[in-house]
């Protein structure tokens, strides 16, 4: 079945610590998105990436980075610049922004606390 | 600057009647599309229903309908007959269609958590 496939579901993260969250797609959707959620917050851009080798900011970029060398794969990295990464990250993927009225689609999400 | 509003944090409703969560959007785009997605405790998030801001009538999606006030700038999902599996949050968001708009982001209330009761 087609889908987002996203790893692990839960990470622990120590002190001073870069981790990366893995986030794989098999739609062959163009675009893909990185969430973070705050317990009973909504959800919080991190980075998208419209196509491949090509990513932005969203509204909290800080203390994060991504990388989008295949269609299919989009990893997020928390680093340690990151003072408060403990949250819930979701990944999303969608065909592209010239359809508009398609959803995004997510994956399960990766709880990461720290240690 | 776009925002999506949801002023209810939580929601009780029996089950089998039909429940409203309110959306209110602020955006400045004559283009724009507005989802729903329900998030069980389990954490994923499940699409439910879309409303185009040129749609010209409200979406429905079986049990899900919404009650699109263009004017007022409201995006209100209306479940019916609650089951106890309806029991989640539920988040409304906004994606702009036009110009430097048009990157397909979504913007997302802070949710609403529903609980059905039996």
């Known amino acids: 079945d087609g889908g987002i496939t996203q790893s692990p579901k839960y990470l622990f993260r120590k002190e001073g610590q870069n981790v990366t969250l893995s986030c794989e797609q098999n739609?062959?959707?163009?675009?893909m998105y990185w969430y973070r959620q705050d317990p009973g917050q909504g959800l919080r851009l991190i980075y998208y990436s419209q196509i491949v080798n090509d990513f932005q900011k969203g509204d909290i970029a800080e203390g994060y980075s991504v990388s989008r060398e295949k269609k299919e794969s989009f990893p997020l990295t928390v680093t340690s610049a990151q003072k408060n990464p403990t949250a819930f990250y979701l990944c999303?993927?969608?065909?592209?922004?010239?359809?508009?009225?398609?959803?995004?689609?997510f994956g399960d999400g990766t709880r990461l606390s720290i240690l | 600057a776009q925002k999506i509003t949801q002023t209810q944090p939580g929601m009780f409703v029996q089950e089998k009647e039909a429940v409203t969560l309110d959306c209110t959007y602020d955006t400045s785009d004559p283009s724009y599309g507005l989802f729903w997605y329900k998030q069980p405790s389990s954490g994923e998030m499940i699409f439910l229903i879309y409303?185009?801001?040129?749609?010209?009538q409200n979406a429905t999606e079986g049990r899900y309908s919404l009650n699109f006030q263009k004017a007022r700038k409201s995006a209100n999902l209306v479940i019916s007959a609650s089951q106890l599996g309806d029991s989640a949050m539920y988040f409304c968001?906004?994606?702009?269609?036009?110009?430097?708009?048009?990157?397909?982001?979504?913007?997302f209330g802070q949710g609403t958590t529903l609980q059905v009761k039996p």
């Open positions: 409303q185009g801001s040129y749609d010209q």
């Open positions: 999303a993927s969608s065909i592209g922004r010239s359809r508009g009225n398609q959803p995004q689609h």
């Open positions: 739609l062959n959707h163009d675009a």
């Open positions: 968001a906004m994606r702009e269609h036009s110009g430097s708009g048009n990157t397909g982001k979504l913007i």
